[in-house]
């Protein structure tokens, strides 16, 4: 194996292992494993996006035997030559594309994974549904509630598969932990709190703005942002601490550990939500989004907590993410790493940690997968409409951040009460490109 091939593997290892996956990459034997599958029962993949979890989404879904890679799509040339390099060492062949578009003419592809900066999921995911592609769409769905309304309306006319990379809804010991929960040994659950500390995101020191790298086609990853000069502060992976192209912590984190809270309470959108917080830990970073943030969602008979800390890892229960469920029994503790109760005094038995076992992200490509060859929608683990649900509540969110005020929701509205907060429902397309009207 040639050193390259060794800091490869090396450095995919590290980058699932951040995300609580598998640090098990198969590429060796992965062409000779296809070659089980009869021709006729291949499923072809193109990927828009391949610099992060694009290329995580990729690594899972080719252990499955009966997918191939056709199509490989990206603005940045460099990341482009390097992943269709890797492919190439084992035999796989992909044809590379810098334009999405052109990736969707191609007839032969079947399924697209959008592993896009936030902002481009909406116009990606409505015009793969369009051409007739399966979808698999990372989290959060879109940067707007009214992106996510239409990624919805979207799946529902062109009747296509998708599903949300929120794949810890396909990680058994959460199911399991939900399933305890309900069974009411915790007593009445009064508060859920929520939370990220995300330790190793530390401050981006403000650096000028600059001419985009050889090979980057800066224009096509603005898309539908607004013109700036370019800047290495936004670009790959820091895009998500600018409000033009992300949310922030509430929305990257968010939409995992609060899909989970309004899971387990069974719930819908909260009545309202206020959220205070701001650049408490490097006030002159370049990022714009709060490192530091607290958000009290108010349900019936219950609240729901946000917290989000970057730089810290030290968060409640000392876990740096996860779910709690507060009953006046005791506290269901849930995290990537497993799920434990917490007695309050002599009221009912501790349970000790119950461990994850097994990789997430390959459950959830599986049942993606499983869903696209079987057409049973209701199947799948995250569809568009849980994607959109969470989404729309962390959106909630940020608006009360962006605002300053307490909002409040209308749900027959699909709106908020105060016209300050439904300026803000909507997204800004720029450069040519207009919202996808569904």
Known sequence: MSNDRRR????SSYALAGLGLSTV???EGLAKSKNSVGANGKINVGVIGINGMGWSDLSSIMKIPEVQVLGLCD???NVLNRRKLELAKDGITATTYVDYRKMLDNKDIDVIIIGTPDHWHCLQMVEACAAGKDVYVEKPIGNSI???NAMVAAQQKYNRVVQVGQWQRSVPHFVDALNYLRTGKLGKIRTVKTWAYQGWMT???TKPDGVAPAGVHYDMWLGPAPKRAFNPNRFHFNFRWFWDYAGGLMTDWGVHCIDYGLLGMDSKFPKS???IGG????????HETPDTLATVYEFDGYNMIWEHAQSINNGPYGRDHGISFIGNNGTLVLDRGGWEVIPDTKRMEAIRLQPNKGNGLDFHMRNFIDVVKSRNMSDLKCSIQ????????????????????KVSWDPAKSRFNEEKANALLSASYNNGYQLPKV
Not at 387 to 396: D, E, N, R
């Open 146 to 148: 009214q992106e996510c």
């Open 279 to 286: 650049k408490y830990a490097y006030p002159d970073g370049a």
């Open 386 to 405: 849980a994607g959109a649900h969470v989404a729309t509540v962390c959106q909630m969110g940020n608006i009360s951040y962006k605002t300053g005020d």
């Open 203 to 205: 401050n981006i020191e």
């Open 25 to 27: 990459v198969p590429w």
């Open 75 to 77: 603005v940045d040339e």
């Open 8 to 11: 490869f593997l090396k450095s």
């Open 273 to 275: 939500a206020i959220a």
